[in-house]
């Protein structure tokens, strides 16, 4: 009897434990991949409070915008039936300068408004800025962390070919933030479409998985194991791309245009130690802003004035025609 009882206690123990197991792994997915994006990326009211707040000089500038209705929406479908949307902007001037600006995590296209202002404003390009899917108005079940969002964006970047310089050669440079910085990173490792000359990446995450690793340990104090590996199983399974398969570490090395990368000494939430490994990995051609003082997606907010110039002096280098296989390789 005593024996039968020693069972049952040590099968409800381990029932207990699985279940625990079982509703933490799904607590991490829902928490990282869902809860977070119906939070703020998708409050456009919000997102235009905050970047008012934040970069005052917005303000007058997107009502003028919008007065004129320069800063226009467009939707495509993708090829599972996703509606998704972009905000775009055309320069004062025809051009084929041409940046798509790729929001982070929890973000969306208005939260970078700040750096289409720089691009349109300041160096008189056009600008394409996507919601990535479950952001903005676009569709979406979770926050893909850049991964399969890489496809989403090179067909962006098709449609910014075709919206402002049809029939010619555009001049692209694909520029994101945080998790838009992984996109870019993603994005850069897969086949160019040859009007692509460059990238910027600033504050992105070596893969998914280092990035929930740190933040399990910082915001839970829990280990990676055993959480991590069966929320990444779970993803899998769910959604068909799992936490260390979403490399931009992987991608980046597959990278042969021309890269900036920007990133803060103060940044805790995407460490440093990340852009120091990304940049070491970068063959090719590539240039290193570290921000000295700055925090996580901080740097233009802090340094708006450096940001723009290391951004058009990489430009002037780096995105205009010329024979790519003749570029330097250091």
Not at 118 to 124: K, S, V
Not at 247 to 268: N, W, Y
Not at 289 to 294: C, D, K, M, S
């Amino acid at each position: 009897m005593k024996k039968k009882t020693s069972y049952k206690v040590i099968g409800a123990i381990v029932a207990a434990l699985l279940a625990l197991l079982a509703g933490g792994t799904l607590y991490l997915q829902w928490y990282a991949l869902e809860a977070q994006g119906n939070e703020r990326g998708k409050d456009l009211d919000a997102s235009y409070a905050f970047m008012y707040e934040h970069y005052p000089f917005l303000s007058h500038w997107v009502d003028s915008l919008q007065r004129a209705e320069a800063l226009r929406d467009t939707f495509i479908m993708a090829d599972d039936g996703a509606r998704l949307h972009a905000l775009y902007l055309r320069a004062d001037t025809l051009t084929p300068r041409t940046a798509v600006v790729v929001h982070g995590y929890t973000d969306n296209a208005v939260r970078m408004l700040h750096i289409a202002y720089l691009y349109n404003h300041d160096l008189r390009y056009n600008v394409l800025l996507p919601d990535l899917r479950f952001a903005g108005l676009s569709d979406g079940d979770h926050i893909q962390m850049g991964w399969n969002d890489r496809e989403d964006v090179l067909r962006w970047m098709l449609v910014a070919d075709s919206l402002f310089a049809p029939g010619s050669q555009t001049d692209m440079v694909v520029h994101g933030i945080s998790m838009g910085a992984a996109t870019t990173m993603n994005v850069s490792g897969e086949p160019q479409p040859p009007f692509v000359h460059c990238f910027v990446e600033d504050c992105g995450y070596t893969s998914v998985w280092d990035e929930y690793k740190g933040e399990l340990k910082n915001q839970f104090g829990l280990p990676a194991f055993p959480l991590l590996h069966l929320a990444s199983w779970a993803t899998d399974l769910r959604y068909g791309w799992n936490f260390r398969k979403a490399s931009p570490l992987a991608q980046v090395k597959k990278c042969r245009l021309p890269m900036l990368f920007i990133h803060g000494t103060e940044d805790t939430f995407v460490p440093t130690w990340m852009g120091d490994t990304l940049f070491a990995a970068k063959p090719g051609v590539k240039e290193y802003w570290r921000v000295e003082g700055a925090e996580h997606a901080n740097s233009y907010l802090k340094f708006p004035k450096e940001y723009t110039e290391r951004v058009k002096t990489f430009l002037e280098k780096y995105n205009i025609p010329k024979d790519m296989n003749n570029l330097p390789t250091e």
